[in-house]
């Protein structure tokens, strides 16, 4: 499987659009740029939603109405969050593919999507019955934990990704650095 992976960015590193945009002098930093705000906009509505849930935020207004408010919002700039991540990842296909980080986030955003699936799908059940209360029902409000710790570590393995700590030509062969990496055999210096 990483030698499919492998072979696959090695084919996107070596178009013309990958390369024009990661040593693009501007591009690639307003690519970045807008997928980091993108990020604040969705993360901050989804964030405000999921503290509703929990009675933090804005307990007297109805959630119903909080999140019709913000679901147009909060799905713009997950959109183009999601654009702008696919690019960051076509700009540097073989660094994204063998890294730990960027693995273990793409792990977590299928947990998101899981997660946000089910919390939409038990919320509009329910939601005539508690709408008006401060705090949602125990399994809502579990949604809502677990969105923002995916969340939370999505944003820290994003950030995490810009280091080589366990990148494959600084790892040792056979160390389980390399094989969470998706290093493929003789990559490595050591």
């Known amino acids: 499987m990483n030698q499919f992976v492998y072979d ?25 740029s807008t997928h980091v705000l993108t990020l604040i906009l969705c993360l901050g509505m989804l964030f405000l939603i999921d503290l509703r849930m929990l009675g933090y935020a804005l307990p007297n207004v109805p959630a119903s109405n909080i999140a019709n408010r913000l679901n147009i919002p909060m799905l713009v700039g997950f959109g183009i969050m999601i654009i702008t991540g696919a690019l960051l990842f076509y700009a540097v296909p073989v660094r994204s593919t063998q890294s730990v980080w960027f693995r273990v986030k ?68 056979g160390s389980l650095s390399q094989v969470l990496s998706g290093c493929i055999d003789g990559q490595a210096r050591f």
């Open 106 to 173: 793409m792990l977590l955003l299928v947990g998101c999507a899981i997660n946000a699936y089910l919390f939409h799908k038990r919320m509009n059940e329910s939601v005539s019955s508690w709408d008006n209360d401060a705090r949602a029902p125990s399994r809502i409000r579990l949604g809502a934990i677990l969105s923002l710790v995916f969340w939370s570590l999505v944003v820290i393995c994003g950030r995490f990704i810009a280091y080589d700590w366990f990148d494959c030509e600084y790892t040792s062969v």
């Open 8 to 32: 696959i960015a090695i084919w996107l590193d070596d178009t013309a659009w990958s390369t024009l945009l990661h040593e693009s002098y501007y591009m690639y930093n307003w690519v970045e």
